[in-house]
Nanobody, 126 residues
């Protein structure tokens, strides 16, 4: 399913941003949706995921308590509200979707997702 991510930008440390990811072409109400990020010179890392079966949410330890993932099936969209941003949150953020991942372990594995958005840049100045 094609995904379109948006909402990135430049923000000062302690500020907030809200990322959006819209699907097109078909409903993704049966998919798991996730956000990953990749900082310069680093590997892509898991940020957060939401499971289609029951809406369960998962977060990496580095963002837990600061970021909130949510979805709107009627709008075929998933969101990532990022609060208390830190310089180390600077990265390109990617949304991903897949109908097969659903366990707490598989939701955080980037290679298991078959649909990816183009990425949106988030820069946090200290």
């Amino acid at each position: 399913v094609p995904l379109q991510a948006s909402g990135g930008g430049l923000v000062q440390a302690g500020g907030s941003l809200r990322l959006s990811c819209a699907a097109s072409g078909r409903t993704f109400s049966t998919y798991a949706m996730a956000w990953f990020r990749q900082a310069p010179g680093k590997e892509r890392e898991f940020v957060s995921a939401i499971r289609w079966r029951d809406g369960s949410t998962y977060y990496s330890d580095s963002v837990k308590g600061r970021f909130t993932i949510s979805r709107d099936n009627a709008k075929d969209s998933v969101y990532l509200q990022m609060n208390s941003l830190k310089a180390e949150d600077t990265a390109v953020y990617y949304c991903a979707a897949d109908p097969r991942v659903w366990t707490p372990v598989t939701l955080s594995v980037a290679s298991l997702y078959n649909s990816w958005g183009q990425g949106t840049h988030v820069t946090v100045s200290s």
